[in-house]
C-alpha cells in the first residue's frame, strides 16, 4: 500500500521529528520504494506459525530485591545522571514550560 | 626487529610476555601510526594518553610479576561503546559531546584484561549503513585501493568501518565491533580482516548505544582467527545488567582452536548462489569449498528456503527496534538539544531529532515508526516476526545434517563512496548473506580468502550452531591456513 505525502508527516508527527515539505516529497519516494520491497513477505505461508519472540532461548531473570545491589544501576547517582544533561536546573532536568 | 605495528595480538601479549619489548613501545608505535592516518578518518577521538598508561601498567605489572591476559596490547574501541570520561558519539550530531560518566561492560572487560585504548573509532551513524557514509563526522577511508591506477576512495565497509579500516592499516591489532545485520562481518571481508559475531546473549549490551536489541551483538575484529578468538575471550561473558545475556562459562577458544575438520561437516546453501553475482566471488566460494575439503571435512548441499525473506524482514524488524530504542533521544536528558524561539515541549523533541540525526537514521526510524502504528503492525512487524521463525527453523533444519555453513560474506569487494548512497535499497543489499544469521542469532565470521581481479579482498563467512564459535573459529582457521592471504593495503595516507 503506497503512502502519500500527508502519511510521510503523520509517520514524522508521531517519531517527533520535524520535516520540510521538501524532505516529506523525497521521503515519500524513498519510503514507498522500501516499503513496496518489503511487502514481498505477504507471500510467505506463515499459517500456525509463532512470531519470534526470544532469539536464543533464555529465562527473564529477576535479580534479588536489594537496594543499590549494584552501585552502578542503583540510586545516589543525581549528579552523574545529570552530568550530560543539556539544561538541568536546580538537580532536576530542565524543559521548556509546559503547563500555562 | 619486525615493525611492532606489524604483529598480532597473539604476538604482541607473547613478545611482551617475553621481554621482547615494552608495553610503552608497543604503545607509542600504535599512537605514531593512529596520528599519522588521519585521511582514513578512522577515529573520532584518539586516546594516546590512555594506551601510553595501560601499557605502563602492563609494563609494571610484567616487572611484579601479576601479567593480565592482555596486557601490552593497546586495541580501538568502536565509538557504539560507552567510555567513561571519553566522548562517546554512535557517530552522530545527537550525541556530539556525550560522555559517559560510566563504562560499558564489554569495554571493562577489555580494560581489567590489560588492554589499552588508542581511541574511539567511527562509524556509520547509530551503526546504521553498511559502507560509513552515514557518520556524522566524515566518512572513513578503507586504505585499499583499486589497482587499476585510479585513486578512487573506497568504502571500509560498515558499520564498523572504522574498526576495519584501523586494523587493515595497522592503526590497531584489533577493535571491537558490532553486528546487527552484518556490521562486524561485512567491513572486514573489505578491508581483508577477520571479525566474528558471537551468539547473540554471548557478549553485554550493557553500555553499547542500542540500534535494534534483538539483533546487536559486540564481536573482535582482527587481523587473524586466532586474534578473534584471544579478543573474544576477554570480551563475553554472563552480566545481570543484560536481561539477554547468556549465562554460560566462556569456552577457552584460543586453546582449542584446531584446523583438523576430519568427522565435521560443511553446508552449503543453494540459496546463497545468487544470479548474476561477480564471478569472482563464485570462484572464491568454491576455491573455500576445497580448503574445506582439504581439511578433512565432508561437504554437503543444504537449503535454506527462506533465505531471500531475510533482508525485507530485517529492514522491518531493525527499524522498527530502532524507532523504540531512538526515542529516547529528546533533548531532555542527554546529548542535543535544538529549542527554537518560543518553542514548546513537542517543538523542542520535533527539532531535536530533525536536527541530530542523519537522514538514514530518519529514514529507519520512520519506516520503524510506520511498521509498528496502529493498523500496520500486523501486516508488517507481526508477519516479520513469523519469517524470522521460518528463518531461524531453516538453520536449525540444515544444521541437523551440517556442523558449519559455509558462504560468501558479502555479494562483492569493496564498492566506492558515494557509489550507492542515493539508493537506499542498493545499499541494503550488502547485507543479504550477513543478515539471515543474525535474525537467528547464530555466531557467524568473515575471514580473508581471496583478492578480486581488482586487486581487492574478498571474505568468506562461516556460519556456526547457536553456543559453537569453537566450530567457527576452527573452519575459519582452516580456510586461512591454506587461502594464505597475506595481502595488505599499500600505504598512501
Redesign the interface.
Given at each position: 500500500m503506497a503512502i502519500d505525502q500527508a502519511t510521510v508527516r503523520k509517520i514524522a508527527s508521531l517519531a517527533r521529528i520535524a520535516i520540510s515539505d521538501a524532505e516529506a516529497a523525497a521521503m515519500e519516494g524513498e519510503l514507498n520504494g522500501i516499503l513496496g520491497w518489503v511487502e514481498q513477505l505477504g507471500e510467505v505461508d506463515v499459517t500456525g506459525v509463532e512470531p519470534m519472540t526470544a532469539v536464543i532461548p533464555n529465562k527473564l531473570r529477576l535479580r534479588d530485591d536489594i537496594v543499590d545491589a549494584d552501585p552502578l544501576t542503583g540510586g545516589n547517582r543525581r549528579d552523574d545522571i545529570l552530568a550530560n544533561a543539556p539544561a538541568p536546573q536546580h538537580g532536576f532536568f530542565g524543559v521548556p514550560k509546559v503547563i500555562e | 626487529m619486525t615493525e611492532l605495528t606489524n604483529l598480532t595480538v597473539a604476538q604482541i601479549r607473547d613478545g611482551h610476555r617475553a621481554g621482547d619489548f615494552s608495553a610503552v613501545e608497543v604503545a607509542e608505535a600504535f599512537n605514531a601510526n593512529v596520528a599519522g592516518a588521519k585521511a582514513l578518518n578512522a577515529f573520532i577521538v584518539e586516546t594516546p594518553e590512555h594506551a601510553i598508561a595501560a601499557a605502563k601498567a602492563a609494563d609494571a605489572d610484567r616487572a611484579a610479576g601479576t601479567l593480565k591476559p592482555l596486557s601490552g596490547v593497546p586495541i580501538g574501541m568502536k565509538d557504539l561503546f560507552c567510555t567513561n570520561g571519553v566522548q562517546t558519539t554512535a557517530a552522530s550530531h545527537m550525541l556530539e559531546g556525550?560522555?559517559?560518566?560510566?563504562e560499558s561492560t564489554v569495554s571493562q572487560k577489555l580494560w581489567d584484561a590489560g588492554c589499552g585504548m588508542l581511541g574511539k573509532l567511527n562509524l556509520d551513524q547509530f551503526a546504521m549503513g553498511s559502507s560509513n557514509e552515514t557518520s556524522y563526522f566524515g566518512n572513513v577511508i578503507s586504505p585499499w585501493r583499486r589497482k587499476d591506477g585510479g585513486n578512487a576512495a573506497l568504502a571500509p565497509g560498515g558499520s564498523s568501518g572504522g574498526s576495519s579500516s584501523a586494523i587493515a592499516a595497522r592503526l590497531c591489532p584489533a577493535a571491537t565491533g558490532t553486528d546487527t545485520g552484518g556490521s562486524i562481518r561485512q567491513p572486514a571481508a573489505f578491508t581483508g580482516i577477520s571479525g566474528i559475531k558471537p551468539?547473540?546473549?554471548r557478549c553485554s549490551r550493557w553500555g553499547i548505544v542500542a540500534f535494534a536489541s534483538?539483533?546487536d551483538q559486540a564481536g573482535p575484529m582482527a587481523r587473524d582467527v586466532r586474534d578473534c578468538a584471544i579478543m573474544l575471550e576477554n570480551m563475553a561473558g554472563f552480566d545481570?545488567?543484560d536481561?539477554?545475556s547468556?549465562?554460560l562459562a566462556v569456552p577457552n577458544w584460543e586453546a582449542a582452536l584446531s584446523s583438523d575438520l576430519k568427522g565435521k561437516t560443511v553446508g552449503i546453501p543453494k540459496e546463497y548462489r545468487l544470479e548474476g553475482i561477480d564471478p569472482d566471488i563464485d570462484a572464491m566460494w568454491d576455491a573455500g569449498i576445497a580448503m574445506l575439503k582439504d581439511a578433512g571435512a565432508n561437504v554437503v548441499e543444504i537449503s535454506l528456503p527462506?533465505t531471500?525473506?531475510a533482508l525485507?524482514?530485517y529492514?522491518?524488524i531493525a527499524p522498527a527496534e530502532a524507532?523504540s530504542n531512538l526515542?529516547r533521544y529528546?533533548?531532555?536528558?542527554?546529548?542535543?538539544?535544538d529549542?527554537p524561539q518560543g518553542?514548546?515541549?513537542?517543538?523542542?523533541?520535533?527539532?531535536t531529532?530533525?536536527d541530530g540525526?542523519g537522514p538514514e537514521v530518519?529514514?529507519r526510524?520512520?519506516?520503524g515508526?510506520?511498521v509498528l502504528?496502529a493498523g500496520f503492525y500486523d501486516?508488517?512487524y507481526?508477519?516479520?516476526?513469523?519469517?524470522?521463525?521460518?528463518i531461524?527453523r531453516d538453520f536449525e533444519q540444515a544444521f541437523a545434517s551440517c556442523d558449519v555453513i559455509l558462504a560468501p560474506t558479502a555479494p562483492s569487494a569493496a564498492f566506492g563512496l558515494g557509489e550507492k548512497m542515493a539508493d537506499?535499497?542498493a545499499m541494503y543489499l550488502n547485507d543479504v548473506f550477513a543478515v539471515p544469521a543474525s535474525?537467528?542469532?547464530l555466531p557467524a565470521m568473515s575471514v580473508p580468502a581471496a583478492l578480486n581481479r581488482e586487486g581487492l579482498p574478498l571474505g568468506l563467512q562461516i556460519i556456526g550452531k547457536?553456543f559453537d564459535e569453537q566450530g567457527v573459529l576452527n573452519a575459519g582457521l582452516a580456510i586461512e591456513e591454506r587461502a594464505g592471504f597475506t595481502a595488505r593495503a599499500e600505504k598512501w595516507w
Open positions: - | 556525550f560522555v559517559p560518566r560510566y551468539t547473540y546473549g534483538s539483533l545481570p545488567k536481561a539477554t547468556l549465562d527462506h531471500k525473506y525485507p524482514a529492514y522491518i524507532s526515542a529528546d533533548g531532555v536528558r542527554y546529548g542535543l538539544r529549542l518553542a514548546g515541549l513537542q517543538d523542542m523533541y520535533a527539532a531529532r530533525a540525526f530518519k529514514r526510524i520512520m519506516i515508526t510506520y502504528s501486516a508488517y507481526t508477519q516479520a516476526q513469523k519469517v524470522r521463525t521460518l531461524a537506499p535499497l535474525l537467528a542469532g547457536a
